[in-house]
């Protein structure tokens, strides 16, 4: 009977346990990127003694009672949540984001980011950086103060496509932009003019923003087709050192009345930039996107794939780590066993709260039941202490 109270009491502690594992699921159930754990029991059996008292019984071995198993981590994926932010990072799919802290390597689902002031991209309200793969596939973490800044690059060519009509006789381009080799802007004018007797050749007189004349070429059409010989013509001003080549491939001059629609769809020249923002694009790598319209991919970010998650360790903060010597691969988005990234977005809380109350009310009655055993055997022992022997 002695034996039947050290039961019930494994039952009260097991029952205890479980209910602090549901009461921390529960109270998560709004924390980002929170995985539930699950609660299970097991029973306690074998021959042996508790408390002093053999449960060895005549019919063979008697349990010892039950216990709270390890509990195990559920990784459903939860709810992918707008934020609107382009550094609150979540993954569709499996895998891990890595986060480097010195020697220690942390991992976790979502992440609201931030560039810390030393230049890294870490774990907002934490030291913990966010690794990119380096040219050897390894995770590294990344400093973004070499990017701030997106270099001038000289304008070299321009494109120009639709129509220049042939009725017309003339037609100005102004305010075309070039820079030069030191991200220096400068203002040009195309003006172009044609002698009414003359139909398929025009004269280009480009001008600087001074009115001063940079050069002045000729342009032929063939049948509406710029002439091969004359569809691109290139222009040098020799106080800027800019040598910019003019590509009308893609323009027609056909009757349109006195209306041109001829325009620059093309340049390869911008001035220097500075960082506007961060984020990530459908590949899952980083990009900067700058003032001069410019971006810069940064490298792919590292996720982690496990071949047994639930052998992580669960840690503060939505963080796991690798206990033991599980297999882990480091990968990028593109590929499909990681899942994507997307930006703008966190992953929510897998707490199924219906399943949580089921355990809560499950855990509930074991307790009560647990305690029943416990009281009827007091009952039991009391009834033999009160026998009295005849006289």
């Given at each position: 009977?002695?034996?039947?109270?050290y039961?019930?009491?494994?039952?009260l502690?097991?029952y205890?346990?479980?209910?602090?594992t549901v009461?921390?699921?529960?109270?998560?159930?709004?924390t980002?990127?929170f995985?539930?754990?699950?609660?299970?029991?097991?029973d306690?059996?074998g021959s042996?003694s508790e408390?002093?008292?053999d449960?060895v019984?005549?019919?063979g071995?008697s349990g010892?009672?039950?216990?709270?198993?390890?509990?195990t981590?559920?990784?459903?994926q939860?709810e992918?949540?707008?934020?609107?932010?382009?550094?609150?990072?979540?993954?569709?799919?499996?895998?891990?984001?890595?986060?480097?802290?010195?020697?220690q390597?942390?991992?976790t689902r979502t992440?609201?980011?931030?560039?810390a002031d030393?230049?890294?991209?870490?774990?907002?309200?934490?030291d913990?950086?966010l690794a990119?793969?380096?040219?050897a596939?390894?995770?590294?973490?990344?400093?973004i103060?070499l990017?701030r800044?997106?270099?001038?690059q000289?304008?070299?060519?321009i494109r120009?496509?639709?129509?220049l009509?042939?009725?017309a006789?003339e037609y100005?381009?102004p305010?075309?932009?070039?820079?030069d080799?030191?991200?220096?802007?400068?203002r040009?004018t195309?003006?172009?003019?044609?002698?009414?007797t003359?139909?398929?050749?025009w004269?280009?007189?480009?001008t600087d923003?001074d009115?001063n004349e940079?050069?002045t070429q000729t342009?032929?059409f063939?049948?509406?087709?710029?002439?091969?010989?004359?569809?691109t013509?290139t222009?040098?001003e020799?106080?800027?050192?800019?040598s910019?080549?003019?590509d009308?491939?893609?323009?027609s001059?056909f009757?349109?009345?006195?209306v041109s629609?001829?325009?620059a769809?093309?340049?390869?020249g911008?001035?220097?930039?500075?960082i506007?923002?961060?984020?990530?694009?459908e590949?899952?790598?980083?990009?900067?996107t700058y003032?001069n319209?410019?971006?810069?991919d940064?490298?792919?970010?590292?996720l982690?794939?496990f071949r047994d998650?639930r052998?992580?360790e669960?840690?503060?903060?939505g963080?796991?780590v690798q206990?033991?010597?599980?297999?882990?691969?480091?990968l990028a988005?593109?590929?499909?066993?990681?899942?994507?990234?997307l930006?703008?977005?966190?992953e929510?809380?897998?707490?199924?709260?219906g399943s949580q109350?089921g355990d809560?009310i499950?855990?509930?009655?074991?307790?009560?039941?647990?305690s029943?055993?416990?009281?009827?055997?007091?009952?039991?022992?009391?009834q033999?202490f009160?026998i009295?022997?005849?006289g």
């Open positions: 009977m002695f034996g039947s109270i039961i019930g009491l494994s039952g502690n097991a205890s346990e479980g209910l602090k009461s921390n699921n529960v109270s998560n159930l709004n980002m990127g995985k539930a754990s699950q609660v299970s029991f097991s306690v059996y042996g408390g002093g008292l449960l019984s005549s019919g071995r010892h009672g039950v216990t709270l198993k390890a509990s981590i559920d990784f459903e939860g992918l949540r707008d934020t609107g932010r382009d550094l609150d990072l979540a993954i569709d799919g499996g895998g891990f984001f890595v986060l480097l802290d010195g020697t390597t942390y991992y992440g609201s980011f931030e560039v030393d230049g890294y991209i870490v774990l907002a309200g934490t913990y950086r990119v793969l380096d040219a596939g390894r995770p590294a973490s990344l400093n103060d990017s800044t997106s270099a001038p000289a304008t070299t060519a120009f496509a639709d129509n009509s042939s009725t006789t100005t381009l305010d075309l932009r070039v820079f080799a030191r991200g220096q802007e400068h040009w195309l003006s172009f003019t044609r002698e009414e003359v139909f398929d050749e004269t280009l007189k480009v923003a009115g940079i050069g342009l032929k063939l049948g509406g087709v710029a002439d091969p010989a004359t569809r013509l222009f040098e020799a106080a800027s050192g800019l910019v080549e003019l009308f491939s893609a323009v001059s009757s349109s009345g006195t629609s001829m325009r769809t093309d340049t390869d911008h001035g220097t930039g500075t506007v923002s961060l984020s990530v694009n590949s899952g790598r980083l990009e900067a003032s319209e410019q971006t810069e940064l490298g792919p970010i590292a982690a794939d998650p052998k992580l669960q840690r503060s903060g963080l796991f206990s033991g010597y599980g297999q882990v691969q480091y988005a593109e590929d499909s066993r990681v899942g994507t990234i930006g703008g977005r966190l929510t809380s897998n707490v199924d709260l109350f809560l499950l855990i509930q009655r074991g307790f009560q039941a647990s029943q055993i416990i009281s009827v055997s007091n009952e039991m022992i009391q033999l009160g009295r022997g005849q």
